[in-house]
């Protein structure tokens, strides 16, 4: 990592990955939603045998939207600590994401490496304003990064394309 100040930094928009954790894990678990009924449904005919039917009816259904709540805070949680503390640090030849949380570099992409940068406007990103386009990087090992919920995507790519240009130029004043 370089001992300097990186030229630029960009944070993580955590509203929009709040927002997009919790229609992920909503769609996610809704998808697996028969396995969870199917458990509990297990549980309510073992129950119901018993003698007590309608205060075991009552605290069924209330373990059960007590469980898938928690269940869904828990990895909306889960995925947020797992985004939201990235910071993508921009120096003269290197892009380094850096977890404020772990005080680490994730990955480091020097500008070299890089093929192309381009923003991926999905169909979810049209339909919901909240999302912002995600900014995907190649490299010349025919690997991508995908960067997900940057404040300013536009801004990030116009950056790195000024870097880029930069470093291309400086390599062909060598040559």
């Given at each position: 990592m370089p001992a300097n100040k990186p030229n630029y930094t960009f944070?993580?928009?955590n509203r929009a990955l709040w927002s997009w954790a919790s229609l992920y894990?909503?769609?996610l678990?809704?998808?697996q939603i028969g396995s969870f009924v199917f458990m509990w449904s297990v549980l309510a005919i073992i129950l119901l045998t018993s003698s007590t039917r309608i205060l075991h009816s009552n605290s069924i259904l209330i373990l059960f939207l007590a469980s898938y709540l928690i269940i869904l805070l828990l990895s909306n949680y889960i995925i947020w600590l797992g985004n939201?503390?990235?910071e993508y640090?921009?120096?003269d030849d290197i892009l380094i994401g850096y977890d404020n949380y772990l005080k680490e570099p994730q990955w480091v992409i020097h500008s070299e490496e890089i093929t192309?940068?381009?923003k991926d406007s999905g169909f979810i990103v049209k339909i919901l304003p909240f999302l912002k386009p995600s900014v995907i990087i190649s490299q010349s090992s025919n690997e991508n990064i995908r960067i997900r919920f940057l404040k300013n995507p536009e801004e990030f790519v116009d950056t790195l394309n000024k870097i880029e240009r930069t470093h291309t130029e400086k390599?062909?004043?060598i040559k």
């Open positions: 944070d993580t928009d894990v909503s769609i678990y809704m998808l939201s503390n990235m640090r921009v120096y192309t940068i381009a390599f062909q004043k």
